[in-house]
């Protein structure tokens, strides 16, 4: 159910609007803002998991087929924890909103919060449009419109739901859609068969940019505001990231494979193994690193880390944390190394999440599910503030390179 007493909220985000987008070289570079967004302890935990239910539970409605623009996931309905947004232009003249950018799905809608404007851009049509997410839900009316990203680059005729209802998207406007086009499938009523081209697909379709991949970099941040993040439509920014691309195929193992999903293992320490090779997803809507049950227990039993039922987050003594070992995640043949200090929480935010300034919580988790589901980890922005990644549509892969933040000692 809906948490609609608000025990603590807190929002920490800036405009983005004073950095203009950046096109240069066929490259859309469109800057966001981290924003935290809280309703009680143990919440950031609590909507990762669902979210991560409501990946399975899509999954299993797709195999059997009764998929429908109107179902229901049925997991609890939470106010998002932590999200990158952006800000997105609609119509002529633009109403600006603040958009969560989500590669775990992939219809953009607006107007959870700033209410939507016709102007001479607007064509309302014929379809209906609902989605339930693992932290919400939405549903109204498809339009198309003009998308003005940043300071002036538009996109006519996109597809845009535009909310009569929504739950889960206080502080926020809506979601910029850039997972799968095949998501979007269902979604639509009475067109229930039809698929909603993405705003990653219009640009490529327009040749407005050149390749059909979007590039995402994030920094870690103590901060309580921070603009440190940037969505590169088109290919990739060589400024963001060191060294060079390793690419990995989009996994064949269901329901993974219906999202960004990829094969990896993952190790403590040296030689470790606390997670065989298996697949998962990458997602931007999910702040922390998600794993299998059995995998967790194994991680937590050679860390020492106890449950803190305060926020829900497992915590380490001070003198644990000094012994605390790399995670390293082994997709195809590169390693990707999760520093101690990258496993955890920013120690200057404990108490946004319900905790204490002397204690180190994980962002490692346990997924809710023991290995085997086909969903066995997402690497959530927690990895990803550590990693460029990029989405490759055409060629169906996901790449990963190091920052100058991946050995960052930030938190």
Do not use: C
Not at 81 to 108: C, H, Q
């Amino acid at each position: 159910m809906f948490a609609t007493t608000v025990l603590s909220y807190v929002l920490l985000a800036i405009a983005v609007t004073a950095n203009p987008i950046v096109v240069r070289e066929n490259l859309i570079r469109l800057p966001f803002a981290k924003q935290v967004n809280l309703t009680g302890a143990s919440h950031v935990l609590k909507i990762d998991q669902a979210r991560a239910a409501a990946f399975r539970a899509f999954g299993q409605a797709k195999a059997s087929g009764s998929l429908k623009s109107d179902a229901v996931i049925s997991v609890g309905v939470q106010n998002q924890a932590v999200t990158y947004v952006a800000s997105v232009g609609v119509g002529s003249p633009a109403t600006t909103f603040s958009l969560l950018i989500d590669t775990g799905s992939s219809n953009t809608w607006v107007g959870a919060g700033t209410a939507y404007k016709q102007t001479s851009t607007s064509t309302k049509t014929k379809d209906s449009v609902s989605v339930t997410y693992g932290s919400g839900e939405f549903s109204g009316t498809e339009f198309t419109d003009q998308v003005t990203l940043g300071s002036g680059l538009t996109i006519p005729k996109q597809s845009i739901g535009v909310a009569s209802q929504s739950q889960g998207f206080d502080g926020v406007d809506g979601i910029l859609g850039i997972g799968p086009v095949d998501l979007t499938s269902g979604t639509l009523s009475p067109d229930t068969s039809a698929t909603i081209p993405t705003v990653t697909d219009n640009l490529f379709s327009r040749k407005t940019i050149t390749a059909n991949e979007i590039g995402i970099s994030f920094e870690p941040t103590t901060q309580a505001v921070a603009n440190n993040g940037e969505l590169t439509f088109g290919g990739t920014d060589s400024s963001k990231f060191t060294g060079s691309i390793s690419f990995t195929p989009i996994t064949t193992t269901f329901p993974s494979s219906l999202f960004w999903g990829i094969n990896q293992s993952i190790r403590y320490g040296s030689s470790n193994t606390i997670l065989s090779t298996t697949a998962g997803i990458v997602d931007t809507g999910t702040t922390l690193v998600l794993i299998a049950s059995d995998a967790f227990s194994k991680y937590t039993k050679a860390n020492g880390a106890v449950l803190d039922n305060t926020t829900g987050l497992f915590k380490l003594t001070t003198a644990q944390f000094k012994n605390l070992q790399s995670l390293f995640f082994i997709v195809g043949s590169k390693s990707f190394e999760l520093t101690a200090n990258a496993q955890a929480w920013p120690r200057s935010l404990n108490t946004l999440i319900g905790g204490t300034t002397t204690n180190v919580y994980l962002i490692v988790a346990d997924i809710g599910a023991n290995s085997g589901s086909g969903l066995d980890f997402i690497n959530g922005f927690a990895f990803l503030e550590r990693f460029y990644s990029v989405f490759d549509t055409a060629n169906k892969r996901v790449g990963f390179a190091t920052t100058p933040f991946t050995k960052a000692t930030t938190n």
